[in-house]
């Protein structure tokens, strides 16, 4: 069900947002654990190089949603499409029901949720790369932020290092700081909202393999999913 590319992305993405979640709470937590300025730093940066890892592989994956597998394409992911609404009451009903359907790819309800995880992933991707460039000054925004606390002016912007306020237009900084708290604001705030629909979907999972052993986790390593009965999707496409 899962092709090769879908199975990639997943485990990269895993580790990626495992890595950047527990970077994050560091930096979060920085006056609490001691961390020097030099030490903040370093962790913002490793949490940067990271984020590019992790932005690159999630545009991948947008891409491959118009051109992968058919449980891989928007259609199978998006809670869209004509029959959407009627197949989200039929999936519904048959829980309250208590016999369950069978689908091979995502589910109603699994697409709203996949649809919610990737909407946080390239918000936190989009602000992460913004806020990158306001005060390490990396790609793709750095060279506009470094210019505009400079004030243009290539002496200090020849002078101006990573994490440092020297070298600095104190008006353009303070304008500057302004400008990112928006970002800064939401992508901690989407930090948080992620953390939580990431152990939702990770629950759901886990459940629906404990009750009805389907194979939804081991489907993401081996690509296979076992199913108890005839899948209500057998026939998209």
């Known amino acids: 069900m899962w092709d090769r590319t879908t199975r990639a992305f997943h485990w990269i993405n895993v580790v990626c947002v495992v890595v950047l979640a527990a970077l994050g709470t560091m930096m979060l937590n920085g006056k609490a654990l001691g961390l020097a300025h030099d030490g903040s730093i370093l962790l913002k940066t490793l949490h940067a190089y990271v984020g590019y890892v992790f932005a690159l592989n999630l545009i991948w ?11 891989a394409r928007w259609r199978a992911i998006l809670p869209t499409g004509g029959g959407f609404a009627a197949a989200l009451r039929g999936q519904i009903q048959a829980l309250r029901a208590g016999r369950p359907a069978v689908y091979i790819g995502h ?22 790369l913004l806020l990158a460039g306001t005060d390490l000054y990396l790609p793709p925004f750095g060279a506009y932020f470094a210019d505009w606390v400079t004030g243009g002016e290539a002496e200090r912007l020849a002078l101006l290092r990573t994490g440092s306020t020297e070298h ?28 939580a629909v990431v152990l939702m ?25 076992l199913l108890p009965g005839k899948p209500v999707d057998d026939s998209d496409g």
């Not at 302004?178 to 989407?190: D, L, N, V």
Request: charged share 15%.
């Open 168 to 195: 600095v237009v104190a008006e353009a900084y303070d304008a500057m700081k302004a400008f990112r708290k928006p970002f800064k604001e939401t992508h901690e705030f989407g930090f948080f909202v992620l953390v």
């Open 107 to 128: 589910s109603p309800v699994g697409r709203i949720m996949i649809t919610c995880l990737i909407l946080l992933l390239i918000v936190q991707a989009m602000t992460g």
């Open 201 to 225: 979907h990770v629950a759901a999972n886990v459940l629906e393999d404990a009750r009805h052993a389907t194979g939804q986790i081991s489907a993401m390593f081996s690509g296979v999913k």
């Open 61 to 71: 994956r947008l891409i491959w949603a118009s051109v992968g597998n058919r449980h």
